[in-house]
């Protein structure tokens, strides 16, 4: 059972049965808004992995968020199969179906939408930073992610650029999926696994779409400033 209220810009999720918590989510200081959705739906989604379908909704342009939304409103069944994630800064988080944000009686994506410019730009601050993270896994597993790249355990890191995709294996018997990267042909990282318990799923893929479409976006920018740049003379 979900139960969603709006107080003076902060989400508040109340999760139950008993005993219930509740989390409080600014939503000017959030880190992350994914939209995933079903595989027959590809709007705007990340192209690390094919399944399951995700986009980062702050990283839209105005126009592509515009229009994913026109997307979204027209939508009359299955809507409880998208499912919009949320997270701040120090980890907290929380996965809502857009059906449950409907009987909230919230217009929560207009609501995310009056404090975009703010996240956008606080989620450029704290990069700039070098920030990065671990996430703790299963069966002793864990993955550190940041703006240099990705590894697993102790290993080397895969530079963000090197990544050519990630194949999720499920392994429903355990509850677990193991999340394979594989580098681009003539990369000279080597590939590796991760094994993430199910509950981790969504924000563990969100996390690693998050940095991969971040080194893109600043390899993009850096090849389109190089052209810009005047040639000096020899």
Known sequence: MISLTLQDGKLLVTL??????????PLNTLRKVFLFMPE???WYCAQTTASPRCANLDDLSDDELADLLAKLAALKAGRGKFSLLLEDY????AILSLADID?????LLAELGQHRRERRQKVADWTRHGPGLIMTGALGDHATLGPQG????????MAWTELDRVEVQPDSEAELSAYRFVPKP???SPEFSVR??????EPFMSEYTFWHSLALRQEERGAQDAGLRPLLPT
Do not use: H, Q
């Open 16 to 25: 139950g049965p008993e005993p219930t918590r509740t989390v409080a989510l």
């Open 186 to 188: 003539g990369s000279a």
């Open 103 to 107: 009987e909230s009686g919230i217009d």
């Open 90 to 93: 120090i980890g907290r988080c």
């Open 150 to 157: 990705v590894r697993a355990n102790t290993g080397p890191f």
């Open 196 to 201: 993430m318990g199910a509950k981790k799923a």
């Open 40 to 42: 027959k739906y590809g």
